[in-house]
């Protein structure tokens, strides 16, 4: 038999927090440069979003794999060490 699944689960909408995190923690994952280069690039679904073309759901998926692609487990987990 397998031994057991580790399971992570993440808020980052403001329902544990006092404010949304999701930002802030790509800021600190990524850096303050990569950070804004990125939302830089995906400015356009962001507009489409706010303007209700896209879901939430979509956007943040586009956010998060715009800046957690190719990013190790190991800097991941240092990240939300440090961000927490």
Do not use: Y
Not at 25 to 51: C, K, S, Y
Not at 55 to 60: G, H, I, P, V
């Amino acid at each position: 038999m397998p031994p057991p699944q580790t399971i992570a689960v993440f808020d980052f909408d403001g329902t544990l927090t006092w404010c949304d995190t999701l930002l802030p923690f790509l800021r600190r994952a990524v850096g303050r440069t990569a950070f804004w280069r990125g939302l830089t690039l995906l400015m356009p679904i962001l507009i489409d979003f706010r303007r209700g073309r896209i879901s939430n759901t979509e956007t943040k998926e586009t956010v998060i794999g715009h800046f957690l692609a190719g990013m190790t487990m190991p800097r991941l987990l240092q990240a939300a060490r440090a961000f927490a």
